[in-house]
């Protein structure tokens, strides 16, 4: 049986299980074993770039953004920027405005200085898949 679409994947899961009391909790299963993946994997097919516009302290992080892997104001010449500790992002901060040259993560990204004028970025980071369901197979 091909495991090529969400209801397969259940009616594999069900045949597996070999428990009709089961079925109802199948969803269930597939959205643990995903969420486990987000955590644990990380594959080369889901390395994305994407391009972010740096105008303020802090910005949004990409939908579905995992984890960055680098990030790079695309200024001539282009400037890789450093990622930091949070704790090392204190030391760092400041209020002047000024290229960025450091930032961190948490819920978004933080710059180490207000930016000067509006950059554009581009970062590279392992995207997270669209969870399956029945409106997605």
Do not use: W
């Amino acid at each position: 049986m091909a495991l090529d679409t969400y209801e397969a994947l259940k009616t594999a899961i069900a045949d597996h299980l070999d428990r009709d009391d089961l079925t109802g909790a199948i969803p269930d299963f597939i959205r643990l074993a995903e969420s486990r993946h987000r955590r644990d994997f990380r594959l080369r097919e889901m390395i994305t770039r994407e391009t972010l516009t740096v105008n303020a302290r802090q910005i949004a992080l990409p939908t579905g953004c995992l984890q960055p892997i680098g990030l790079r104001l695309m200024t001539n010449p282009v400037t890789v920027l450093r990622p930091v500790s949070y704790d090392r992002m204190a030391a760092l901060y400041e209020q002047t405005s000024g290229k960025p040259k450091h930032y961190t993560i948490s819920n978004d990204i933080e710059f180490d200085h207000v930016p000067d004028q509006t950059y554009t970025a581009e970062i590279l980071f392992y995207k997270q898949e669209t969870a399956l369901s029945d409106t997605n197979a």
